[in-house]
């Protein structure tokens, strides 16, 4: 048997697949490489599979059957919101498109347990910071929107034909299991502060009037290891039967503002580097922090890494990497 993971190249599918090889499953990874790196999955074999093309359902359906696959872990999505905003009709083709070929090639190969990617951008702007998993989703943007979709019809194929399924709805993931396995994108605050530096930019903070403690919103940030490990448990459950719950906040509980992510990197790095203050962004709430309860009654998770733990990760990643920052007047940095 094998666990077929959709997207598996990339940034938080190459720590779930390393970590299922790590404890001895057979992985295979569908990814089309449109963002995907294959050097990243070890020795999983790779269908190079364009899931929003519906011509490939009988691709996807044919590697199911021939690897023995028992369940799915789905990350393949476009994830970039703003885009979302400019291309929406392309962004439902890519991420529910994408969803009903996988749904159907299931079906087809009787393979009826899923792990699908969500995010916390279902709930949009919620009226309290801290949210868990019964308040009303209400996405500001049509990437939540797919992301809220998907949940859907994963609930309806359940109805239809028994899909045994979790939604794992992702706050802020950052920092890197592996050092060879950091975030390849740019599109969250980590990263962004450290692309800045490497490019001899000045990070910028957006918006520090909000209703918070320092000014900056606060978020809520979680390790991509403990990531990683809530889809491990969320295979357990599924092929332990059908959950009696099906979506799950993954986050900390707790919060940390853009400023102190700042500031933790400038203590991890040794340097005082500056920051701009800048415009606040449209979408943005002052505070998003998810309530965690339910993953840890029903699938005894818990994160184990703080935001120091995600900092250091990150920026030593970063270090080993081509694209190394040179920390002004460091030795350690030449
Ligand atoms: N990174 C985050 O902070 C975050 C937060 C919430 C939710 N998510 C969700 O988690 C999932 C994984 O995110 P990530 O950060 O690893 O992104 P990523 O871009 O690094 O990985 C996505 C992978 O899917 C592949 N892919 C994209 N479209 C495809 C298609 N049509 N067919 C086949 N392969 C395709 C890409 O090549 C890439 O390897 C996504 O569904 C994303 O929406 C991510």
Known sequence: MSIL???GAGYIGAHVVRMLQEQGHKVVVVDDLSFGDPSRIGDAKLF????????????????????????????AARKQVGESVERPAWYYQQNVGGMANLLRAMYD????????????????????????????????????????ICEWMAADCERAWGLKWVALRYFNVAGAGWPDL??????NLVPMVLERLEKGGTPAIFGDDYDTPDGTCVRDYIHITDIADAHIKSLDLV???????????????????????????QR???????????????????????????????????????VTDILTSAWEAWQASPHRIKVPNSNAAE
Not at 116 to 133: Q, T
Not at 182 to 187: F, G, K, T
Not at 239 to 251: A, C, I, K, T, W
């Open 5 to 7: 993971v959709t997207g």
């Open 48 to 75: 190079q599979i364009d899931l929003a093309d519906p011509s490939t359902r009988a691709r996807l359906t044919e590697a199911m059957m021939d690897e023995d696959v028992e369940a799915v872990i789905h990350f």
């Open 109 to 148: 190969a009787g393979v009826d347990q899923l792990i699908f990617s969500s995010s916390a951008a279902v709930y949009g702007m919620p009226p309290v910071p801290v949210v868990d998993e019964t308040i009303e989703c209400k996405p500001i943007n049509p990437y939540g929107e797919t992301k809220l």
């Open 182 to 187: 950091m975030d390849p994108a740019r599109l």
């Open 239 to 265: 092929r332990d039967g059908q959950p009696e719950v099906h979506e799950f906040n993954v986050g900390t509980g707790t919060g940390t503002s853009v400023k102190e992510i700042i500031e933790g990197l």
């Open 268 to 306: 991890i790095s040794g340097w005082d580097f500056p920051v701009a203050i800048e415009e606040r962004r449209a979408g943005d709430p002052p505070k998003l922090i998810g309530e965690t309860k339910r993953l840890q009654h029903l699938m005894g998770w818990e994160a184990k890494h703080d």
